[in-house]
């Protein structure tokens, strides 16, 4: 799709996810989650679940996360740019908004958050002051029951210039032709401007 552009390394996040049997009322299952490969970024609530509907809270483990971040561009790096899907594109806003003020150990160029939404937890909330001037691509569905819409555009509305690519599906990222050749033209000019400033 933009092998042409880009090459991938994938992190995994660092902190395996309970399972929450019911999502009207928040209820948990004492066990970790049926997939054992499932993981999250950060929790916020005290019982280290994570719903992005949730307001409030706190954010348990984000530090260890960035740290996990940080060491994968140290061991894998340096990278343009970073992607995250759903939870991974909250986590990637923030890591936009931390780059910004001069909070990380380690640079990327541009971002893409797809299904990304601004985190409710209460140390985060300081995080949309200013519009984010690092390029963005955000992409998100219009049908997404997990995040909605509003969501989605409210992150995406904390930058400055962002590109974005709607489609008409849920909570999962796009791959057809129309979506494609917006995902290459973006990876294009990225390409393009790191040309430039070579």
């Not at 300081?126 to 995040?147: C, T």
């Not at 989605?152 to 210039?161: P, Y």
Request: charged share 20%.
């Amino acid at each position: 799709m933009v092998h042409k552009w880009a090459e991938f390394t994938y992190i995994t996040a660092p902190h395996k996810v309970l399972f929450v049997s019911n999502l009207e009322t928040d209820e948990i299952d004492a066990q970790y989650s049926c997939d054992i490969e499932q993981y999250g970024w950060f929790f916020n609530r005290d019982d280290h679940t994570f719903r992005g509907i949730r307001s409030g809270g706190p954010a348990i483990g984000f530090e260890e996360s960035i740290s996990v971040v940080e060491e994968a561009f140290k061991t894998h790096g340096p990278f343009d740019a970073i992607l995250g899907f759903s939870q991974g594109g909250c986590f990637t806003g923030l890591l936009c908004d931390l780059q910004q003020r001069n909070l990380l150990n380690f640079n990327f160029d541009f971002a893409i958050i797809t299904s990304g939404f601004k985190s409710g937890s209460l140390p985060h909330l300081k995080y949309y002051e200013d519009l984010i001037n690092i390029p963005s691509l955000h992409i998100f569905g219009e049908d997404d029951g997990i995040i909605p819409t509003e969501m989605s555009v409210a992150l995406r509305d904390c930058f400055e210039n962002p590109a974005t690519v709607k489609h008409p599906g849920g909570h999962y990222f796009p791959a057809t032709a129309a979506q494609k050749e917006a995902y290459q033209e973006f990876f294009k000019t990225r390409y393009q401007c790191k040309q430039d400033f070579s």
